[in-house]
């Protein structure tokens, strides 16, 4: 697991980089049912309590994006994608 | 004092203890820049120094731009009046009107972010401003609530002396205020956030020009009245008293700007709000006030704090260059009158902190016409029109970035080589050190949150 929800707290890295063309794989676990907002490329994925989730996603826009909990704005990480 | 200190410190761990973790506030969207290569920050910072030096060699002998703009009547005439104040209004209402759904009991599309957020943090904040740099201060015709005061009928009997005796303090105020909702504030990708704020600012408005008059009311209270002014200062072109778009020449107007009390305030709340802004997604920024960071009000001392620390940079520059020409000088006096040098970084850094915030969250836009309440409308077919990210690629973005700090500096220190001139003859040329020392600083720090 890369990054855990707990408590109404984040914990784990904060920044994940990759390549341009790279696929990005981001293990999530949270201890509420929430959506996962990757800004940027636009994308929602829903994560279950207490069900481990793969953020992932094909890294084509260079960039760094916010990746936030999309019901109360938190950031769970950044993903940097370099050109 | 140290009582008072005391309060405000009992108030902020209140606050710290009160709110939650939140994500790294911005106006809009959620990407970032990816750094500046640590190559074209060398060789800024370089090209900075040497032309800085160079500057003081070679620049005038004698004060050429402090007679102020010239005014040769240009080819073409202004867009008819009528035309552009329709248009501001239309965009209040529009982000005020934000509030109608929800008071309705009507659902919104929330994957949808309507069209306040790019209308306010994209148009109105950035677009506006750095346009004027170009056609000149076009705000005071698409200034909505000046349009609102005029048809309302508000605003008849003007006082003067409110200019006199506040300055513009508290639009400078505002302004701080106004950042505060774009960097910190947890609701400022929000519609009904940004529409109740909107609307509360509208309240604000009429009021001022009811009490002061429009002119008087707007000068004083209207954040973006003496904001626009200063950066459309740049721009060659103007307008005469009878309406007649002339010719001025660049950077003239500056040198004509009036000293309000709070000019330099204004100044310094636009770089250092910047400078936040960029600073707060460094590394080295995060690691230092991570905890703070991580909290609504932690992240407002530091907004705050760092305004000041350029406050206090351009004081101590201010005391300096007082302290070398003579007794007659204050460094309050110095500042005031060495304000208006520091408009083209501001410019500068607003410009390259939010370049691509223009080019990729502007095109929002051509979506959000399509649906502006986030209803699930398409008036015109564009709602689903996603943000196209490869429009320009990164190197172009960091050239353009780096050149535009790098001629902000260059404008800086040619406006301040100018004032010295005229107010401290050639002899006092030395008085420029102080200056010029702030303006490298000043360059370096751009370039280095651009870069790190």
């Known amino acids: 697991m890369d990054v855990y929800f707990e408590g109404g707290q984040v914990v784990g890295q904060d920044r994940f980089s990759y390549a341009l063309g790279e696929q990005v794989s981001v293990w999530v676990l949270s201890d509420t049912d929430e959506e996962v907002h990757v800004h940027g490329y636009d994308l929602f994925f829903t994560v279950k309590a207490g069900v481990p989730l793969e953020i992932s996603v094909t890294a084509e826009i260079p960039g760094i994006f916010e990746v936030e909990l999309e019901s109360t704005h938190t950031l769970l990480f950044e993903l940097v994608v370099a050109p | ?452």
């Open chain 2, 1 to 452: 004092m140290i009582r008072r200190l005391g309060v405000a410190s009992l108030i902020a761990v209140g606050f710290v203890v009160g709110f939650p973790a939140i994500a790294l506030a911005h106006g809009i969207g959620g990407r970032l820049d990816l750094p500046v290569p640590v190559t074209y920050f060398i060789v800024g910072a370089g090209v900075v120094l040497v032309i800085s030096f160079v500057a003081l060699a070679v620049l005038w002998p004698e004060p050429r731009l402090q007679d102020g703009p010239r005014h040769e009547p240009a080819r073409f005439s202004a867009p008819r009046r009528g035309m552009i104040p329709a248009v501001g209004l239309v965009g209040l209402l529009l982000v005020v009107g934000q509030l109608v759904p929800p008071l309705l009991g009507l659902d919104t599309d929330r994957t949808r972010p309507g069209i306040a957020p790019v209308l306010v943090w994209v148009v109105f904040w950035l677009v506006i401003p750095f346009g004027g740099v170009v056609v000149g201060n076009w705000y005071t015709e698409v200034n909505p609530w000046r349009t609102l005061g005029r048809a309302l009928r508000v605003g008849q009997g003007e006082r003067l002396w409110l200019v006199d005796r506040w300055g513009i303090w508290p639009a400078g105020l505002l302004l701080l205020a106004f950042t505060w909702l774009e960097l910190v504030s947890p609701g400022s990708g929000s519609a009904v956030t940004l529409g109740a704020a909107a609307l509360v600012y509208t309240l604000l408005m009429i009021g001022s020009m009811a009490y002061a008059g429009r002119d008087s009311g707007l000068a004083v209270f209207d954040a973006f009245t003496p904001y626009n002014r200063l950066i459309s200062s740049i721009s060659p072109l103007g307008r005469r008293g009878d309406g007649r778009i002339v010719w001025r020449g660049w950077l003239r107007a500056l040198t004509v700007i009036p000293e309000w009390k709070g000019l330099a305030a204004m100044v310094v709340i636009a770089i250092g709000t910047v400078s936040y802004d960029g600073a707060a997604v460094t590394p080295w920024f995060r690691s230092a006030f991570g905890g703070l960071m991580a909290t609504v009000p932690g992240q407002t001392l530091l907004l705050v704090s760092t305004v000041l620390v350029i406050g206090l940079a351009y004081w101590v520059a201010s005391v300096a260059a007082a302290r070398m020409v003579g007794d007659e000088w204050t460094a309050r006096r110095v500042a005031g009158r060495f304000a208006h040098t520091l408009v083209p970084i501001a410019l500068a850094y607003a410009v390259a902190h939010y370049l691509t915030l223009i080019l990729f969250e502007g095109q929002q836009l051509i979506a959000a016409v399509s649906d502006p309440f986030a209803l699930g409308w398409d008036l015109f077919g564009t709602a689903e029109r996603r943000i196209d990210f490869f429009i320009t690629a990164s190197e172009p973005i960091w050239y353009v970035q780096v050149a535009v700090i790098v001629t902000g500096h260059v404008l800086g220190v040619v406006l301040a080589h100018d004032r010295a001139l005229a107010d401290f003859g050639r002899e006092a040329v030395r008085s420029q050190y102080a200056m010029l020392l702030l303006m490298v600083a000043l360059t370096t720090l751009g370039l280095l949150i651009l870069s790190a």
